[in-house]
């Protein structure tokens, strides 16, 4: 089955600096890519996400690369901001809403 | 905050005893996903229901069970708890077509003593 891996475990960044995530899958047959904020005690939110047709989306400060032939894809903040720190994770999916297989979370720490 | 709701926000179950947890889907979602998310873990896919019928399972056993109403609302049931069944279980709600996000309630606390 899918197996995906998530990379840095932690990650602390100076406000107002950029956030890298970075996630690589294992199934080539993978074709959705959602990256989920969850905070403390809360729910995973979803704030972005990529198709298998796209290699960059972009929302505001946050943007998306995937690259299908080595099969990683990352998640990128820039002018972070306190409300920023969080867990973040990525997931990966073969067809539309099936079962999403999730990397094991970035907790993102934004020192002011 | 997302349109999908679940009942209980917490419980406490001794080891050996039934559960049943409750999700209420996003309005225009027809189909719930369950996942479990152990401390420190990013959520593990336990099944999913799509037109009342089991549309794919996880890697868990027959004693993890659910349901789905025909308003599109789900249960999980879980069996013999065990300690290990401590988590914060999630539902999410998605539809079918060319929507393909999922959107999580905010769980339900289950812890087994």
């Known amino acids: 089955g899918e197996n995906v891996e998530q990379h840095p475990s932690t990650l602390s960044v100076q406000e107002g600096d950029s956030a890298v995530i970075k996630c690589t899958y294992s199934?080539?047959?993978?074709?959705?890519f959602p990256w989920y904020k969850q905070e403390l005690g809360k729910r995973p939110q979803l704030i972005i996400d990529?198709?298998?047709?796209?290699g960059e989306k972009k929302d505001q400060r946050i943007a998306v690369t995937l690259n299908k032939t080595a099969k990683h894809f990352s998640l990128h903040i820039t002018e972070t901001q306190p409300e920023d720190s969080a867990v973040y994770f990525c997931?990966?999916?073969?067809?539309?809403?099936?079962?999403?297989?999730f990397g094991t979370g970035t907790r993102l720490t934004i020192i002011p | 905050e997302t349109g999908v709701t679940q009942s209980p926000t917490h419980l406490i179950k001794t080891r050996g005893q039934q559960v049943t947890l409750r999700c209420s889907s996003q309005?225009?979602?027809?189909?719930v996903s369950w996942y479990q998310q152990a401390l420190g873990q990013g959520p593990q896919f336990i099944f999913q229901?799509?037109?009342?019928?089991?549309?794919g399972r996880g890697n868990f056993p027959p004693r993890f069970s659910g349901l789905q109403f025909p308003n599109y609302s789900s249960e999980l049931n879980v069996n013999a708890l065990e300690l290990d069944d401590s988590a914060l279980y999630l539902c999410?709600?998605?539809?079918?077509?060319?929507?393909?996000?999922?959107?999580f309630g905010p769980g339900t606390r289950l812890t087994v003593t």
């Open positions: 229901y799509y037109r009342e019928e089991e549309n």
């Open positions: 309005s225009g979602h027809n189909t």
């Open positions: 199934d080539s047959a993978s074709n959705y």
């Open positions: 999410a709600s998605s539809s079918t077509g060319t929507a393909y996000e999922q959107y």
């Open positions: 990529i198709r298998s047709n796209v």
């Open positions: 997931a990966a999916s073969r067809f539309g809403n099936e079962k999403l297989t």
